[in-house]
């Protein structure tokens, strides 16, 4: 039934970390460097295809109830922070410049790269990875497992 | 027959070709009003130094809310579709 080889599991091993913290730094850094919550929600849905490759055979049940609830999270999050900047108009950016939670101002030119930085966008791009992530690895899951629950 | 489609698949690569002649100079688009005001103003008035993400989620964010839509959709319809043969399979 284990059919996967001892290399794979290894390298997986090994993977884990390293994909994860590539993952969360693409997101977290969005308004600063390429990236943002799609980008790196598609890095942390990888780990997870990574994950049911190696190791579908160990998994008890489907673990597909947490990957729901997440990604219902992010997108809640998502419209509410859209809600809350109703203020003037939806999606307004109700943090930026304001030196408080990610409120530090930004001038025309190169900048230090800051992360305290562009109001709601850091916290949409959050909302976003987890969404992006959850939404992912729900669909890996769900077409992986099938075979996986079929095979005696 | 294999003449027509020879002929046909050359009369695409022509006109490609012809296209991609006409086209204007890369990176020098006929309109930049947009550019030049996300480019002066995103900075300071988003606070993001990554003027793409302040395009995609502040001044275009109801883009970026259809795009996330989609894929909710996408991993609901899997969700429902799936989840009967998953469950099916474990109870026989």
Redesign the interface.
Known sequence: MNDVSLIVKVVAYILIVPVFIFGSYVILHGHLSPGGGFAGGAILATLVAMLVITFRDDFKENPHEIFSILECIGMIFFILLAFFGLSSSFFHNFLVNLNGLFGKPVHFGVNPGYLNTAGVIPLMNMAVGIEVFSALSLIVLMLSMRYGGERK | MKMARVVTLALFFVFLLITSLAMRPFGKPSNTGMDDYFI??G????????I???V???YR??D??G???V??A??SG??LI??R??TG??HE
């Open positions: 002066q103003n900075q300071a008035q988003t606070g993001s130094n990554n793409v993400t302040s995609v989620f502040d964010g109801m970026t809310l795009e996330a839509t894929l909710f996408a991993a899997v969700l799936f989840q043969a998953v399979g474990k």
